[in-house]
C-alpha cells in the first residue's frame, strides 16, 4: 500500500478489504483503540466547506487519542504567499499526517508528491476516496458481501462520487452501471481505467431504467455540486430530472435493494422525500461510517 490515498487506484483489492475488515472491528470495538495515536497530529486542510469530513476526521482523531487542527485556506498564504509545496514540506516538519478537501485534483496530488508524511484526499473535484471507503463498509454491512453486487448511479456522472464508486467497485468486484444524461458522462479516462482494474460488469448509458435494472444498490448525489453555478440550477433540473430516484424508478431494482446518497441532498431533487427517508435508504450509515474507515485509513497509513 502506498503512503498516500489520492484515489482508489493507489489502494489494491486486499488493500480496501484490510482497510473495511480494520473499520468493522474498530466499529466493534472502539475502547480498544482510544490509545492507538496518543500524540499523533493530523492537519485538515480545507477549501471547500463541510460537515461530514471535518467533524467525522476530527472525531476520529480524537477518539484515537490523537489531535486534529483544522485549516482554512482562506486565511492562509498557500497557494498566494507560499507554494503548495513549501506549505506541506513545512506542515510535514510539524504534523503526522495531512487530509486535504480542495477544488483541484491536481493541488492534492502535488501535496502528495511533496509531503515527507502521508496524505489524504478528503475530496477533489476529480475523485473522493474516502466517501466510497465508507459507502462499500456499508454496503457490505447490509448485504454481506462485494463480489457480484450490482450498484447502479443515477444522475450527474461527470463528478468526484462516480469516478470514485467507478474504481471501488471495479476493485472489489461489484458491478456498475452508471446512468446519466449525454453530456454528462463519467470521465472517458476514468471509465477505461475501471475497465482495466475490473472483473465486473461496467456499462454507462444514457437510459435510467437500463442502469437500475435489478440493481442491488441505488446511488444518487447532487445535481448542484459546489463548483456549479446557482444560475445554472433550473437548467440543470430540467436535464437531470427523468434520472430523478423516485418509487417508479425504484421498482425497477431489486425489491431488497438499498438506496444511498453520499449527502448533502435536496429532497425534491435528485431523489424523492419517500425514498431517502423510506426504509430501503442507508444514508445516514453511510454517513457514520464515514468515520470508522477514515479511522482505519489513518491508522494503517500511521502503522
Request: aromatic fraction near 6%; glycine fraction near 4%.
Amino acid at each position: 500500500m502506498k503512503e498516500y490515498l489520492r484515489d482508489l487506484t493507489d489502494l489494491s483489492k486486499e488493500d480496501i478489504l484490510k482497510i473495511l475488515d480494520l473499520a468493522d472491528e474498530m466499529k466493534k470495538n472502539p475502547d480498544k483503540y482510544t490509545n492507538a495515536l496518543l500524540g499523533k497530529t493530523l492537519l485538515m486542510i480545507f477549501e471547500k466547506p463541510s460537515l461530514r469530513t471535518r467533524v467525522s476526521f476530527e472525531v476520529g482523531m480524537t477518539q484515537l487519542g490523537g489531535h486534529a487542527i483544522y485549516y482554512d485556506i482562506a486565511t492562509s498564504p498557500m497557494g498566494k504567499k507560499e507554494s503548495i509545496s513549501d506549505t506541506v514540506k513545512t506542515a510535514s516538519r510539524y504534523v503526522n499526517i495531512i487530509m486535504a478537501r480542495l477544488f483541484k485534483h491536481e493541488h492534492l496530488t502535488e501535496m502528495a508528491e511533496h509531503a515527507t508524511i502521508p496524505v489524504i484526499n478528503a475530496l477533489t473535484d476529480f475523485s473522493h476516496p474516502c466517501q466510497v471507503l465508507a459507502d462499500l463498509q456499508t454496503i457490505r454491512e447490509k448485504k454481506g458481501t462485494l463480489k457480484g453486487l450490482k450498484l447502479a448511479y443515477l444522475g450527474d456522472g461527470h463528478n468526484n462520487v462516480t469516478h470514485s464508486l467507478l474504481y471501488g467497485c471495479a476493485l472489489v468486484g461489484m458491478d456498475i452501471s452508471i446512468g446519466s444524461p449525454e453530456g454528462h458522462a463519467p470521465m472517458e479516462s476514468v471509465v477505461n481505467k475501471a475497465e482495466e482494474l475490473a472483473s465486473s460488469d461496467i456499462v454507462v448509458t444514457n437510459d435510467p431504467i437500463e442502469a437500475i435494472k435489478d440493481a442491488d444498490i441505488v446511488y444518487t448525489d447532487s445535481w448542484m455540486s459546489y463548483h456549479i453555478a446557482a444560475d445554472k440550477k433550473e437548467e440543470r433540473i430540467k436535464v437531470f430530472t427523468p434520472y430523478q430516484v423516485n418509487k417508479d424508478l425504484m421498482k425497477h431494482a431489486k425489491k431488497d435493494a438499498i438506496f444511498m446518497n453520499c449527502l448533502p441532498a435536496m429532497r425534491g431533487m435528485e431523489q424523492t422525500k419517500e425514498v431517502i427517508d423510506g426504509p430501503q435508504s442507508v444514508v445516514f450509515n453511510e454517513a457514520e461510517n464515514r468515520l470508522h474507515t477514515q479511522k482505519a485509513l489513518i491508522l494503517t497509513l500511521l502503522s
